[in-house]
């Protein structure tokens, strides 16, 4: 497994870290399996574990399966929003007020089974009816009472870049795939800049080219329109999709890190053989580039 710098932290990272959403999302993944995959994850090398306070169960199971092997992970987890359950149904709560974001950093430590977390980041920017200014106060009080070593945010786009160049954050965590490359026009420069981490979400697009019809709602179904009229097979050319998608994303110099989320041990074996330090050769990026150009940006 390939390592890199995360910014300027002094941390190196596996290239390819694992996202945790999945293994506290889905009720019906059974508890041994959760912990074989966190096992798995760290035996094969990937060395960064993305998590939120938001996704079901997965600080719990990470502190309860591996918080035994924290000399072996970097962990970065979020705050803004988290998880309730109400009359049996499933609800997150978006609370970005100074107390809210203590208290909810300060659960995730319990949970993690972690005095001090490595990373916590916002899981988005404040929202208008918030006070902004005293939220990432909040976050940076935080780094300053020792709970967290270092702090970021989770967000695409123009917003995400302003609140990077206005305030002293460590990483930022944003899409960055074959089929969203925007961030290296709005996002990447900044991240430059500032010498901030670049940890990369959607690094395959949730392989939706997959998928025969257009699933519902945005998230999967905006990528699902792109990959429509994308040439990905032709750029691939005979290699899989899957892996010519994720090289690509590890081709760019300035990702630090590209979380995969999964609880299927295979995949996370399939992930961890493509980190082998080859990047897609120099003609391939400028011609998937162009073709992301001409149908997207044009």
Known sequence: MQQRPLGNTGLMVSEIGLGAAQIGEDQAVPKK?????????????????????MYGKS????????????????????????E???????????????????????????KLNMDVLDIVQFHSIPGESDNSEAAFEALLEAKHKGWTRFVGISQDGPRGAQASAKWPLDAQEFTYNILYQEADEILFPTLRDRQMGAIIKRPISNAVWQLTEKPDGSFMGGPWERSQTFPLAELAGD??????????????PNVSTAIVGTTNPDHIAANVRISDGQKLPDEILQKTKQAFTERFQS
């Open 239 to 252: 290699m899989p999709l899957i892996e010519f998608a994720l090289r690509f994303t590890l081709s760019h």
């Open 33 to 53: 399996q959760v912990e074989a995959v966190l096992n798995q994850a760290l035996d094969l090398g990937i060395n960064f574990i993305d998590t939120a306070a």
């Open 59 to 82: 600080e719990t199971h990470i502190g309860k399966f591996i918080s035994h092997r924290k000399d072996e992970f970097i962990l970065a987890t979020k705050c803004g929003d988290y």
């Open 84 to 110: 309730i359950w109400e009359n049996g149904k499933r609800k997150i709560i978006k609370d970005y007020t100074p107390d809210g974001i203590l208290k909810t950093i300060d659960a995730s430590r319990k």
